[in-house]
């Protein structure tokens, strides 16, 4: 294609309506028609990035290979389109403001006056450009966080308003995401919101080219009539989106409304082709029907908030559909663990994640989960932090290092067994002190997680921590059965540990739920579940013996 194509999602009445969900189901469907897409965020808090945002706020902080913390939308779009995303795929107004300060230092603007009109705007589009310009897509999808009539969105629309009269016609479009609610009392659909947020989207001077309509009931041609004529948009051009039982349905629903085949339209591309959907019905029906069940813990502290590990969640969810297993997670909260309630918390679970994390609290109860796990034989997975905590537990309780700790939680231990990097103890500025992104790591041969990897020698995968496993304390712990089988040849730094007399025991520095998708489910939460299935037939076994 000798010119890129943009897609603009908005959103009206309410937040939290799917934008990211649709994005990447349209995104998806544009993909198996043959067309190079890719998606990306804009978030209009001040923030620079959500790195450090409390993930009871926000959700988790999902991370690329290049580092960026970023938005967990980029984790939907990663997992649907199996494409990387990278730092030009969220932007925040927060880096938009950092950008424009830092250029009117350098005297960029030649002693202008700077305003929103027309710097920052000038800043938003070209992110939103970036993308497009690099030649590598057909089609880029932006998504526009928030809500339209929000004060913090406002220089984002008129950005888009800007775009789509710089573009010209048939090069870039609106789909505005809004909600249709059920009003109980009266037994019907209101579509007042609605047309009320269209009609503040056209006071920005944007027009909808397409409406996307979230709803709990079916939407009848009636009402999809005067939702066409009322928001000015085609009667081919109201597109229901009604709740589903997993999101991974969306596309498939999105297909059957033709949301794919209007876009296209209104881009003046061809639509002639059909989607390539094979594989993920294969994996949609898998998901469905299962033939065996497993109940896995996930043991962290944010879990109040199942967007916190939201990652981790869809990995269950495309390693259970690997294994045909439906995987069922019992969110356990790690300050609620103590070694008097261990068994009845932990009791009946047929493998353990010990979830990543900051901070000290909870940690003492995610240490009693991992000895659970590790003297009763249960399947473990400790990811980041959950593996950090695997080491501490070994060294007290195996070593007798009765006071190891992390100098996270106690700067005074005797026994630092997890410490900072030497180069970064001298860093303040929070921000600037974790390892992010993509890292190599070496595995050993003969170990479980070489199996686990299908033999691989050497992997890559996304860290985000602060803290590091501290070979001071290396051939004392290796020597009494934790063995490093995964190493970063560079740093020297350990990656992954394990046990050798545990069936399947293996804590990782890493984050491996930022890399599995439908199409790749991550080899670790595939042996995990894998493994847990095998504990619980063993288990049902032995009762019955």
């Given at each position: 294609m000798s010119q890129t194509k943009y897609i603009f999602v908005t959103g009206g009445?309410?937040?939290?309506?799917?934008?990211g969900i649709i994005a990447a189901s349209l995104a998806k469907l544009l993909q198996a028609r043959g067309y190079k897409t890719t998606i990306q965020k804009l978030d209009?808090?001040?923030?620079?990035?959500?790195?450090?945002?409390?993930?009871?706020?926000?959700?988790e902080c999902y991370v690329t290979d290049d580092g960026a913390e970023t938005d967990l939308d980029l984790g939907h779009y990663e997992r649907f389109l199996n494409v990387k995303t990278s730092q030009a795929n969220n932007v925040t107004t927060g880096r938009i403001y950092q950008s424009v300060i830092e250029k009117e230092r350098r005297g960029e603007f030649l002693g202008k006056t700077v305003q929103v009109v027309p710097h920052i705007t000038n800043e938003i589009k070209e992110r939103v450009q970036i993308l497009g310009k690099s030649g590598e897509y057909d089609?880029?999808?932006?998504?526009?966080?928030?809500?339209?009539?929000?004060?913090?969105?406002?220089?984002?629309?008129?950005?888009?308003?800007?775009?789509?009269?710089e573009l010209g016609d048939n090069n870039a479009i609106v789909i505005h995401l809004t909600l249709v609610p059920y009003l109980?009392?009266?037994?019907?659909?209101?579509?007042k919101p609605t047309q009320h947020s269209v009609k503040t989207l056209m006071e920005s001077g944007i027009k909808a080219d397409i409406l996307v309509c979230r709803t709990e009931h079916e939407i009848s041609d009636e009402i999809k009539n005067k939702l066409a004529l009322f928001c000015n948009v085609r009667r081919e051009a109201v597109i229901q989106s009604i709740d589903a039982s997993t999101i991974y349905d969306v596309p498939k629903l999105m297909q059957e409304e033709g949301l794919d085949t209007v876009t296209l339209k209104k881009l003046a591309l061809s639509d002639s082709t059909t989607p390539d959907l094979k594989q993920w019905d294969e994996f949609l029906h898998r998901h469905k029907n299962p033939k065996h069940e497993v109940t896995i813990g996930l043991v962290g502290k944010y879990v109040e908030l199942q967007d916190s590990y939201k990652s981790i969640l869809e990995s269950f969810i495309h390693a259970?559909?690997?294994?045909?297993?439906?995987?069922?997670?019992?969110?356990?909260?790690?300050?609620?663990?103590t070694s008097k309630?261990?068994?009845?918390?932990?009791?009946?679970?047929?493998?353990?994640?010990?979830?990543p994390g900051f901070g000290e609290r909870g940690v003492e109860g995610k240490i009693e989960?991992?000895?659970?796990?590790?003297?009763?034989?249960?399947?473990?997975?400790?990811?980041?932090?959950g593996m950090q905590m695997a080491v501490i537990e070994f060294a007290r309780n195996v070593l007798r290092l009765e006071k190891a700790s992390s100098t996270e939680m106690d700067g005074s231990t005797p026994d630092p067994v997890i410490s900072l990097m030497e180069e970064q103890k001298t860093i303040t500025n929070k921000g600037g002190t974790m390892r992010l992104g993509a890292w190599d790591c070496h595995l050993k041969e003969?170990?479980?997680?070489?199996?686990?990897?299908?033999?691989?020698?050497?992997?890559?995968?996304?860290?985000?921590?602060?803290?590091?496993?501290?070979?001071?304390?290396?051939?004392?712990?290796?020597?009494?059965?934790?063995?490093?089988?995964?190493?970063?040849?560079?740093?020297?730094?350990?990656?992954?540990?394990?046990?050798?007399?545990?069936?399947?025991?293996?804590?990782?520095?890493?984050?491996p739920e930022y890399k599995s998708t439908v199409a790749n489910p991550h080899p670790l939460f595939v042996g995990l579940v894998k493994a847990a299935l095998i504990h619980k037939k063993e288990q049902s076994n032995a009762s019955m013996a």
């Open positions: 009445v309410s937040s939290s309506l799917g934008k209009p808090y001040i923030n620079v990035d959500p790195g450090t945002l409390n993930p009871y706020e926000h959700g089609i880029v999808i932006t998504e526009i966080g928030g809500t339209v009539g929000d004060i913090e969105s406002l220089p984002y629309i008129e950005a888009v308003r800007q775009l789509l009269w109980s009392a009266a037994g019907e659909l209101k579509t259970g559909a690997v294994n045909e297993v439906r995987v069922n997670v019992r969110f356990i909260h790690s300050e609620h663990i309630t261990i068994v009845k918390t932990l009791g009946g679970l047929d493998g353990i994640l010990v979830a989960a991992v000895r659970y796990a590790r003297e009763n034989k249960i399947p473990f997975l400790g990811i980041c932090l003969g170990t479980l997680v070489q199996e686990v990897y299908q033999g691989a020698t050497d992997i890559s995968e996304r860290h985000r921590h602060r803290y590091e496993f501290n070979n001071k304390y290396k051939e004392q712990l290796e020597k009494a059965g934790l063995k490093t089988s995964g190493i970063n040849k560079d740093t020297g730094l350990v990656e992954i540990v394990e046990l050798g007399d545990h069936p399947w025991f293996i804590g990782v520095q890493y984050h």
